[in-house]
């Protein structure tokens, strides 16, 4: 899966849960500056994400993801060690 792809998905899953435009989910947008998802929205957000590309986020380490590049390269690494 590409990093667009995975972009895509998680412009898709942000703007089914907190109504934000797709296209303002960049790589460079940070979740809650840039795109005002709070942590209970940010929580959905994880949730749908580890769905949709059938990869775990725990905790600690969905913390962590302050941008959309942040989640985009964990989905990345997450796929390429269950491959």
Do not use: K
């Amino acid at each position: 899966m590409t990093n667009e792809e995975i972009l895509a998905g998680l412009a898709d899953i942000v703007q089914e849960i907190t109504g934000v435009e797709a296209d303002r989910v960049t790589m460079d947008a940070a979740f809650q500056a840039d795109l005002d998802i709070d942590s209970l929205s940010m929580v959905e957000v994880v949730v749908a994400a580890e769905e949709r590309f059938e990869v775990r986020i725990p905790d600690d380490d969905a913390s962590g993801l302050v941008t959309v590049s942040d989640a985009v390269a964990y989905v990345q690494r997450s796929l390429a060690v269950s491959a």
